[in-house]
């Protein structure tokens, strides 16, 4: 019996799951050999195998519904300008300066439960510099292989779509993945990672807008960046290289820009942004 439960998880999960692979409240994760040390999830929320599409999300948002759009959006008064929570600018609604998602409004969190989370634009970013993404198909489904430079362990990203209004968009062309990260020159958008044909990018799109949310999960119990709780901003470090949100400068413990080292850089050093410090430790 146990053998051909084994058989069966094998067979569905296919060559996309790698045997570093293991569970956090019951969801199954890939270790990918990322500087940061997150584990990647190896299914979306709302689906049960690497290819399914799963369920889609608007950013901020912790259930799927029928319609995608500013009117049914849960974070503002009917509008793109009427923000009422993650806003950085009085134009577009009430200004509280929270730029990433708090885990109640984190679909990742709110369904799986556990240390489960929806990734930032820095994780998706570590991700795409430190894995070879390759487009192929998966049970005849359309998306990318996501491989780890480091290990060879894989997970599977389906071409799962969008959804605006009642209407399902490019499924099986276009793969669209929320990060938990508010696009602060304008609010009223979040960032996203999405690919068609040979091309993956980031970019951002309206807070309203249906996508799908691909969980990660801290399991090392450390990180190289020490973030100040009240730290409106997101920093990790990779190969000697700082990545942060937005702009920012780098400076060494003597007071000096050293934001032309970066990619160089091995030490104790203070990221600042407009309106946060940070302290980071690359090893």
Same mark, same amino acid.
Not at 212 to 231: E, M
């Given at each position: 019996?146990?053998?051909?439960?084994?058989?069966?998880?094998?067979?569905?999960?296919?060559?996309?799951?790698?045997?570093?692979?293991?569970?956090?409240?019951?969801?199954?994760?890939?270790?990918?050999?990322?500087?940061?040390?997150?584990?990647?999830?190896?299914?979306?929320?709302?689906?049960?195998?690497?290819?399914?599409?799963?369920?889609?999300?608007?950013?901020?948002?912790?259930?799927?519904?029928?319609?995608?759009?500013?009117?049914?959006?849960?974070?503002?008064?009917?509008?793109?300008?009427?923000?009422?929570?993650?806003?950085?600018?009085?134009?577009?609604?009430?200004?509280?300066?929270?730029?990433?998602?708090?885990?109640?409004?984190?679909?990742?969190?709110?369904?799986?439960?556990?240390?489960?989370?929806?990734?930032?634009?820095?994780?998706?970013?570590?991700?795409?510099?430190?894995?070879?993404?390759?487009?192929?198909?998966?049970? #005849?489904?359309?998306?990318?292989? $996501?491989?780890? *430079?480091?290990? !060879?362990?894989?997970?599977?990203? +389906? &071409?799962?779509?969008?959804?605006?209004?009642?209407?399902?968009?490019?499924?099986?062309?276009?793969?669209?993945?929320?990060?938990?990260?508010?696009?602060?020159?304008?609010?009223?958008?979040?960032?996203?990672?999405?690919?068609?044909?040979?091309?993956?990018?980031?970019?951002?799109?309206?807070?309203?807008? #249906?996508?799908?949310?691909?969980? $990660?999960?801290? *399991?090392?119990? !450390?990180?190289?960046?020490?973030? +100040? &709780?009240?730290?409106?901003?997101?920093?990790?470090?990779?190969?000697?290289?700082?990545?942060?949100?937005?702009?920012?400068?780098?400076?060494?413990?003597?007071?000096?820009?050293?934001?032309?080292?970066?990619?160089?850089?091995?030490?104790?050093?203070?990221?600042?942004?407009?309106?946060?410090?940070?302290?980071?430790?690359?090893?």
């Amino acid at each position: 019996m146990k053998k051909s439960t084994f058989l069966m998880a094998a067979l569905m999960c296919g060559a996309w799951c790698a045997t570093a692979q293991t569970t956090e409240k019951g969801y199954e994760y890939v270790d990918l050999g990322l500087p940061s040390g997150l584990k990647w999830a190896t299914c979306n929320v709302g689906a049960t195998t690497p290819e399914t599409y799963g369920d889609y999300f608007a950013w901020g948002e912790t259930e799927p519904k029928t319609t995608y759009d500013w009117i049914t959006y849960k974070w503002c008064n009917d509008s793109e300008n009427t923000q009422t929570k993650y806003c950085t600018n009085g134009s577009y609604g009430t200004v509280d300066n929270k730029t990433v998602l708090e885990l109640a409004d984190d679909a990742a969190r709110a369904n799986w439960g556990g240390k489960w989370r929806m990734p930032t634009d820095a994780e998706w970013t570590e991700l795409r510099e430190n894995c070879t993404w390759t487009r192929t198909t998966l049970n #005849g489904i359309n998306g990318y292989e $996501v491989k780890s *430079k480091t290990n !060879s362990n894989s997970i599977f990203l +389906p &071409a799962a779509g969008f959804r605006i209004d009642e209407d399902l968009f490019e499924a099986g062309s276009y793969g669209v993945y929320w990060s938990s990260s508010l696009y602060t020159d304008g609010p009223s958008d979040a960032g996203y990672v999405f690919f068609y044909s040979n091309d993956v990018s980031w970019t951002y799109y309206g807070r309203f807008c #249906g996508q799908s949310v691909r969980p $990660v999960v801290d *399991k090392s119990g !450390s990180t190289t960046a020490l973030q +100040p &709780a009240t730290a409106a901003v997101n920093v990790y470090t990779t190969a000697g290289r700082i990545v942060c949100e937005g702009e920012f400068r780098i400076y060494d413990l003597l007071g000096r820009d050293v934001t032309r080292l970066n990619g160089s850089l091995q030490g104790v050093y203070v990221v600042k942004t407009d309106n946060a410090a940070v302290k980071v430790v690359i090893r």
